[in-house]
């Protein structure tokens, strides 16, 4: 079946440290998104890539990188400037912004980052 | 960019119950989907309706664009249904999704 796959499901990382987080889909989707949750709050966008090798910057992009050398990976890392980087980070992808009234976005199930 | 309001922003309701959720937004749409977040932090997309109608069992959504609000309606409620709703919306021509920040709905035996 298709879908979009995020490793790992739980990340503990110290302080300083930078980390990475993976996101895959195997739906041919052109886009892809990375979300932050933090607890009782909507989703906030980080960054987001419409096609390879190119990506812009969401509404909170400080502290975060990313990469897109594949259409299938969308990869997500947390460098030690993000200073409060304890949260829920989810990843989506959808075909285009324009298609058939049935397309939507794809959510993966998430990782969940704590800095110990 | 689009603002996205919903409302309530808490709702507890005795299982059975029937609900009303509602998602606001500040212009034109070409995207508009229903989530549902479960308590493990799994988005589950529930209607994609930028316009219309659409059902699924206990589960119906409107969305009336031209004057910019989409109800979600759930019918008989069960305790599965707890969790965050969320309305997504995008812009004509945009890759971006706008969030509403969610009701929480708790549903109590």
């Known amino acids: 079946d298709g879908g979009i796959t995020q490793s790992p499901k739980y990340l503990f990382r110290k302080e300083g440290q930078n980390v990475t987080l993976s996101c895959e889909q195997n739906?041919?989707?052109?886009?892809m998104y990375w979300y932050r949750q933090d607890p009782g709050q909507g989703l906030r966008l980080i960054y987001y890539s419409q096609i390879v090798n190119d990506f812009q910057k969401g509404d909170i992009a400080e502290g975060y990188s990313v990469s897109r050398e594949k259409k299938e990976s969308f990869p997500l890392t947390v460098t030690s400037a993000q200073k409060n980087p304890t949260a829920f980070y989810l990843c989506?992808?959808?075909?285009?912004?324009?298609?058939?009234?049935?397309?939507?976005?794809?959510f993966g199930s998430g990782t969940r980052l704590t800095v110990v | 960019g689009i603002q996205v309001e919903q409302s309530p922003p808490d709702l507890i309701l005795q299982e059975g119950a029937n609900s009303t959720l509602r998602c606001n937004f500040s212009d034109s749409v070409n995207n508009l989907q229903w989530f549902h977040q479960n308590p493990w932090g799994q988005l589950i997309n529930l209607f994609y309706i930028p316009s219309g109608t659409k059902q699924n069992g206990r589960l119906s959504a409107t969305t009336v664009a031209t004057e910019r609000y989409s109800l979600l309606y759930i019918s008989s409620s069960q305790t599965t249904d707890s969790g965050v709703y969320f309305c997504?919306?995008?812009?004509?021509?945009?890759?971006?999704?706008?969030f509403g920040k969610g009701t929480k709905l708790s549903v109590i035996p």
């Open positions: 989506a992808s959808r075909l285009g912004a324009q298609g058939p009234p049935n397309y939507g976005y794809t």
């Open positions: 997504v919306v995008s812009g004509a021509g945009s890759y971006q999704l706008t």
């Open positions: 739906l041919n989707h052109d886009a």
